[in-house]
């Protein structure tokens, strides 16, 4: 079963255009929610995370957006370029030491067209 | 600083063959991972090992086996390949040392394509 599961599969947009991606997790118990970029060809990287005691984060033109009630968050890209034409991640765990062990979503395809 | 490095990048074997996929880190860090990524299926996390001398399993450790030969290597074992292990595996490593700043930041590396046939 999946624990955070990410909509949509794909997404294409015009240059500027705002791609909204969103995830929904079952796990109470998670508290650190970070967003991966993946190019093709490359590892993932992490782009943007968040923890539950604040409902948005902004870095650049990235943004996280948090609804522990609702157990959902999502990332828009404001602005967005064709360079961040990307597989983006978003994943859940909780928070702790040593051996944090991420459980990703499905992972979304964003096509930003010039 | 090459931070993760896998090898082999690119591996094609036939069923029932073994192989050992290596990850090796140079960040000082003290756990790390093996994912496997398939279409619309994500990440799913294979092992982990959360320190030196320490192994678990994920989601999906069937027909896997993993080292962790020291701080710095972490194998992943595949005893006999099945065209179900066609997948392109990713190492990662995290620092992990409970630190406020990026201690449970993933790196990951460059990935290796298995393809059984």
């Known amino acids: 079963q999946q624990q955070v599961k990410q909509s949509p599969q794909s997404l294409i947009v015009q240059k500027g255009g705002i791609p909204i991606i969103n995830c929904a997790y079952e796990?109470?118990?998670?508290?650190?929610f970070p967003w991966y970029q993946q190019f093709p060809g490359k590892g993932p990287a992490l782009l943007i995370a968040i923890r539950p005691d604040v409902s948005e984060k902004k870095e650049g033109r990235f943004t996280i957006s948090f609804n522990k009630s609702a157990k959902q968050f999502s990332l828009h890209i404001m602005d967005s370029q064709p360079g961040d034409s990307a597989t983006y991640f978003c994943?859940?765990?909780?928070?702790?030491?040593?051996?944090?062990?991420?459980?990703f979503g499905g992972g979304t395809r964003v096509l930003v067209k010039p | 600083n090459a931070g993760v490095t896998q090898t082999p990048k690119f591996q094609v074997l036939k069923t029932g063959q073994s192989m050992t996929l290596q990850c090796a880190q140079d960040m000082n860090h003290n756990s790390m991972y093996w994912y496997r990524q398939d279409p619309g299926m994500g990440l799913r996390l294979i092992y982990y090992?959360?320190?030196?001398?320490?192994?678990d399993k994920g989601e999906v450790p069937n027909g896997y086996n993993v080292s962790r030969l020291n701080k710095r290597e972490f194998s992943l074992r595949l005893e006999s390949a099945a065209p179900s292990q066609t997948s392109v595996y990713f190492c990662a490593s995290m620092r992990g040392d409970g630190g406020t700043s990026g201690a449970n930041v993933l790196t990951f590396g460059a990935g290796s394509r298995l393809t059984v046939l």
């Open positions: 796990n109470t118990a998670f508290d650190y």
């Open positions: 090992s959360a320190s030196e001398g320490t192994t």
């Open positions: 994943a859940a765990s909780t928070y702790k030491a040593a051996g944090n062990k991420l459980t």
